[in-house]
């Protein structure tokens, strides 16, 4: 057997440390990546010795694919470290040039936040929770009994006109009001019992300042004996100081709904314009924002309470415009609208 060393193995040897010095000495990334694509490249000297396998003698292709292999390792090896301590390199460079400093905070990623009728709808159901009440969620997609029968108002009562409705094709309608959940409420809980049912409520009107044909509304119902409509005002007053935080001036004024009775309207003087009088409180310096009265004998049967001996209270706040109040904004179509640069500014 021919014990000579093989030519090959000089001219490995030879290539190999050709391209360990080369590479040691690229001067930056761009020469370096010359230097991997003309090495182990598609085309590169490294990677043709393996295509070099096939013109040697049989008894020698074993030690020259394991040499060849060897080779690419070494110069493999070499393209990675070179390539880390020039990276390394700029780096430092980077942090020993006085002009960058790295005490200066990072962009902060952009984070979402609740809406602002979300907001304050979680501040108005603490404030109710912390008074013994329920927070409650009816449907948007109501029956007919519900939303008017149920409250007072049958088929040929003029008061449907008050709220314009939007009707599916089944006889349901979107709710115009939360005061649906009302006979919903009494046929849950057995009296006395207290609670809120916050939700967004739909009417079939013309949109301005502030009115929108989707907004939202907090109802509120206590049944007890005894109610007074003392109690009312007194909640009513701890409710807008909390939401508000600052004193308000409202004004109380008979207000007729057929589904509570003495029935009251509730007005807040208009935080926009701070009375003076603007297109969201149409030149009145008053808001319209709080109705309530003591509920109906009639609603108390249809949600199967005795009005002898049970009395309730109920409001139907008007949270889109509690919002408008508390933060300033001077158009109700700004909440749903999804403009960002609006959203942003809470
Ligand atoms: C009602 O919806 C009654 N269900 C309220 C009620 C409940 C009375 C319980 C008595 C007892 P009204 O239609 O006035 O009432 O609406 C209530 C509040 O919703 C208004 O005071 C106002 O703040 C708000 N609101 C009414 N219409 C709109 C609208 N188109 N856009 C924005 N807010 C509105």
Same mark, same amino acid.
């Given at each position: 057997?021919?014990?000579?060393?093989?030519?090959?193995?000089?001219?490995?040897?030879?290539?190999?440390?050709?391209? +360990?010095?080369?590479?040691?000495?690229?001067?930056?990334?761009?020469?370096?990546?010359?230097?991997?694509?003309?090495?182990?490249?598609?085309?590169?000297?490294?990677?043709?010795?393996?295509?070099?396998?096939?013109?040697?003698?049989?008894?020698?292709?074993?030690?020259?694919?394991?040499?060849?292999?060897?080779?690419?390792?070494?110069?493999?090896?070499?393209?990675?470290?070179?390539?880390?301590?020039?990276?390394?390199?700029?780096?430092?460079?980077?942090?020993?040039?006085?002009?960058?400093?790295?005490?200066?905070?990072?962009? +902060?990623?952009?984070?979402?936040? *609740?809406?602002?009728?979300?907001?304050?709808?979680?501040?108005?159901?603490?404030?109710?929770?912390?008074? $013994?009440?329920?927070?409650?969620?009816?449907?948007?997609?109501?029956?007919?009994?519900?939303?008017?029968?149920?409250?007072?108002?049958?088929? &040929?009562?003029?008061? %449907?006109?008050?709220?314009?409705?939007?009707?599916?094709?089944?006889?349901?309608?979107?709710?115009?009001?939360?005061? =649906?959940?009302?006979?919903?409420?009494?046929?849950?809980?057995?009296?006395?019992? %207290?609670?809120?049912?916050?939700?967004?409520?739909?009417?079939?009107?013309?949109?301005?300042?502030?009115?929108?044909?989707?907004?939202?509304?907090?109802?509120?119902?206590?049944?007890? !004996?005894?109610?007074?409509?003392?109690?009312?005002?007194?909640?009513? %007053?701890?409710?807008? =100081?909390?939401? +508000?935080?600052?004193?308000?001036?409202?004004?109380?004024? *008979?207000?007729?709904?057929?589904?509570?009775?003495? $029935?009251?309207?509730?007005?807040?003087?208009?935080?926009?314009?701070?009375?003076?009088?603007?297109?969201?409180?149409?030149?009145?310096? &008053?808001?319209?924002?709080?109705?309530?009265?003591?509920?109906? *004998?009639?609603?108390?049967?249809?949600?199967?309470?005795?009005?002898?001996? &049970?009395?309730? &209270?109920?409001?139907?706040?008007?949270?889109? !415009?509690?919002?408008?109040?508390?933060?300033?904004?001077?158009?109700?179509?700004?909440?749903?609208?999804?403009?960002? %640069?609006?959203?942003?500014?809470?």
């Amino acid at each position: 057997m021919n014990q000579a060393t093989p030519s090959w193995r000089a001219e490995l040897h030879a290539l190999t440390q050709d391209w +360990l010095q080369r590479i040691a000495l690229a001067a930056d990334l761009a020469g370096l990546r010359e230097l991997e694509v003309a090495s182990v490249g598609k085309k590169g000297d490294v990677t043709a010795l393996m295509r070099r396998v096939g013109t040697l003698p049989p008894e020698e292709r074993r030690d020259y694919g394991a040499a060849a292999g060897d080779v690419r390792t070494q110069v493999d090896q070499a393209l990675a470290d070179r390539k880390t301590a020039l990276e390394q390199a700029i780096l430092d460079a980077e942090l020993a040039d006085d002009t960058f400093d790295e005490t200066v905070p990072g962009l +902060l990623p952009k984070r979402g936040h *609740p809406h602002p009728l979300s907001l304050v709808q979680a501040e108005i159901e603490s404030v109710f929770s912390s008074m $013994g009440f329920h927070v409650l969620d009816y449907p948007e997609v109501e029956s007919e009994f519900d939303n008017f029968e149920a409250l007072n108002i049958p088929s &040929w009562h003029p008061a %449907r006109d008050m709220q314009d409705t939007f009707w599916l094709q089944d006889g349901h309608l979107l709710r115009t009001h939360t005061s =649906s959940g009302q006979v919903r409420a009494m046929q849950t809980f057995a009296p006395p019992f %207290r609670a809120v049912f916050p939700g967004k409520v739909y009417r079939y009107e013309a949109t301005d300042a502030s009115h929108e044909h989707t907004f939202h509304q907090v109802e509120g119902l206590l049944v007890d !004996r005894h109610v007074s409509v003392a109690h009312l005002l007194d909640s009513m %007053r701890t409710l807008l =100081s909390a939401i +508000l935080k600052t004193d308000v001036t409202v004004r109380l004024r *008979p207000g007729y709904f057929p589904f509570v009775e003495p $029935g009251f309207e509730l007005d807040i003087q208009c935080r926009v314009c701070g009375g003076k009088g603007c297109s969201v409180c149409k030149q009145s310096g &008053w808001l319209e924002l709080l109705p309530c009265g003591l509920v109906h *004998p009639h609603v108390l049967r249809a949600g199967g309470l005795d009005p002898e001996e &049970w009395q309730g &209270w109920a409001f139907g706040l008007g949270l889109s !415009r509690l919002v408008m109040m508390r933060f300033g904004v001077p158009d109700v179509r700004l909440l749903l609208s999804g403009d960002t %640069r609006f959203l942003t500014q809470f």
